[in-house]
Structures are given as structure tokens and as C-alpha cells.
């Protein structure tokens, strides 16, 4: 009967069965996030986000030789590193007329399904650009991008709460390839500078022209790729052991070179993509629920990364 549909049990359906689905393909969508969440998404809870960072070796460490009088002191090796929380909503808006106008709860499902995966290409799109800003976006609402969390002072002077002109260990490595040309020597200059022992980049996100030309420079080779990234759905070739991908959203004349261990993407306690109760305003003959996520990508260690800017293809 029209105008009878049980939006309790559409909810229930909308949370437990749709969204799961849904919210699952907009991290697999966007290879950063894909591989942040396959590292597991941390999810935290209090006012803001903390990190706690190790930045020097204990000083005290050393050789000794029989009734050596042995150190004692304690240096500070670990401080805190603080973010704000981010927050992404969509709403999910359904007329009265749309609730008389169908007769039953299959068909409010199916809109309530189509209404949900346009949800998920807006968001997918949303946080995909914010992942490459600086976290200015939107009066400083937008999640604190790589411009913030991989640089070296040039754009972001202060990230977490710390100041990269003042703690230099927090400096990621920032490259102008406006005169260098593209090559893998040139590449593996950047990848082993961010380089310590086993610590070492595993990733080089950027833009189709750049990843078409490091193509054309390994085809003559046997050419390798990541096949964890090809389940995916992301094509990649392999740049001196590091993974190189095409993501959508990166800046044309940028790469990325990212340690994945290093980067994470830590949600709140209950606002990991979830959804309300349908509600009915006051002045509007609606249904309304939103969609909310709230959040930040974490950097725990700006040294293990580096971005090279001005990439020139025709060098």
C-alpha cells in the first residue's frame, strides 16, 4: 500500500547491507587509500589525534669493555604528534512524493541503492582531491593531504603540531625536476635518499603522463608489476622495487614517493561511513539521512617520503 513503507527496516537494510558494499569499493577505488586499507584503518577516539613519533636513537647505546662505568642518561626519543579531526558528510534526501509514488519497500530499496552509490562516487572524488591538498580546503575542514604531510617547510611550515624549520628530521625530501630529465637514475637518486637499511619507499603515486613515460623507459627491460595492485584494479610498473600507480586525483607534474608503513588513515570510534536514522524536517515533506565520516591521514615519519614537483615529460 502506498505511503505504508517501513523505513525502520530501510534503514537496517540501507546500513547492513548496502553500505558495507558500498563504502568498501571507495577505498579500493583510489589506490592510496586501497593500500592504507589493507594496512587496517585506525580508528581513535578523544579531541584530537595523536601520534606518538620516534625521532632520535637512544643515546646511551654503545660498546663497553669490563668495569666501564656505564651511562645512565636518558635523552627524549619520542614526542607526540597532534592532528586535528576531519569530518565528510553526504546526504541522502528522499521526497514524499517519492515515498506515495512507490508502492512498496522493494522500490524504495532500489532508489535508496541508486541514491547510496551516487553517494559513493562523490565521496570517492571528494576525498580522493583532498588526499593531494594541504588540508586548507573548505576553510580548513578538508583531511590534511600530501602537500601537508609530505614536504619539506616550502608550503607547510608546521604539520602536527611540529615545525619543520625548527626539528629538520621532520622534513620529507622536496625535488624540483624542472630541468632534470626523466630517467630511472634520476629516480632511484630520490627513492635512496628516503632510504635506511630495509626502511625504504614502496610506492610512487602519479599522473598518467609521467607514469606513461617511466613505461616507455622500462618496456626494453622485463618490465615487472605489483601484482597485489593488479587485483586491484590499478595498473603498475615497478621503478627500481618500488611500485609506481596512476591515481586520478595526483597533480600532473608530481610524484609521490611514499613509505606505506609510515602513512596511515585513522577514522573515529562510530563515524567510519556511517549512517543515521531517516528524519523528517519540520518545514519539508522529506526524509533525510547523512552519511558521515570523520577523520585524518597520519604521516608518523616525514623523512621517509619525498614529493619531486615540475616533473618535465618532454625532457
Known amino acids: 500500500m502506498a505511503g505504508t513503507v517501513n523505513w525502520t527496516a530501510i534503514e537496517a537494510f540501507t546500513r547492513d547491507i548496502v553500505l558495507p558494499n558500498v563504502f568498501d569499493q ?61 569530518q565528510a558528510q553526504c546526504p541522502i534526501v528522499f521526497s514524499g512524493r517519492e515515498d506515495f509514488q512507490n508502492s512498496g519497500p522493494e522500490e524504495i530499496e532500489s532508489i535508496v541503492t541508486n541514491e547510496v552509490q551516487n553517494a559513493k562516487t562523490t565521496i570517492q572524488d571528494i576525498m580522493g582531491t583532498a588526499l593531494y591538498t594541504d588540508g586548507t580546503g573548505n576553510n580548513s575542514k578538508d583531511i590534511d593531504g600530501f602537500i601537508a604531510a609530505i614536504d619539506d617547510g616550502s608550503n607547510v611550515a608546521t604539520y602536527a603540531g611540529i615545525a619543520r624549520g625548527t626539528y629538520t628530521w621532520w622534513k620529507s625530501g622536496y625535488t624540483t625536476w624542472v630541468a632534470t630529465p626523466v630517467s630511472l637514475n634520476a629516480m632511484q637518486s630520490i627513492t635512496g635518499a628516503r632510504t635506511d637499511g630495509s626502511i625504504k619507499p614502496d610506492y610512487l603515486f602519479t599522473s598518467q603522463a609521467i607514469y606513461d613515460k617511466f613505461y616507455e623507459l622500462v618496456v626494453p627491460m622485463q618490465r615487472q608489476h605489483s601484482d597485489g595492485m593488479a587485483r586491484a584494479g590499478f595498473d603498475n610498473i615497478m ?37 543515521g536514522p531517516f528524519q523528517t524536517p519540520t518545514n519539508q515533506d522529506a526524509r533525510i539521512s547523512r552519511i558521515l565520516w570523520a577523520g585524518n591521514l597520519v604521516n608518523k615519519s616525514c623523512r621517509r617520503h619525498a614529493r619531486v614537483y615540475a616533473v618535465d615529460v618532454t625532457l
Open 239 to 275: 621503478i627500481n622495487g618500488r611500485t609506481m600507480v596512476v591515481d586520478s586525483h595526483c597533480g600532473a607534474t608530481d610524484i609521490w614517493v611514499v613509505n606505506s608503513d609510515y602513512l596511515s588513515m585513522v577514522t573515529a570510534k562510530g563515524r567510519n561511513f556511517t549512517m
Open 26 to 86: 571507495i577505498f579500493k577505488a583510489n589506490p592510496v587509500f586501497s593500500i592504507l586499507d589493507g594496512k587496517g584503518i585506525k580508528e581513535r577516539s578523544g579531541k584530537d589525534i595523536r601520534v606518538l613519533t620516534e625521532y632520535a636513537k637512544n643515546a646511551g647505546a654503545g660498546s663497553y669493555s669490563g668495569l666501564d662505568v656505564l651511562p645512565t642518561t636518558r635523552n627524549e626519543k619520542f614526542g607526540d604528534t597532534v592532528l586535528t579531526w576531519k
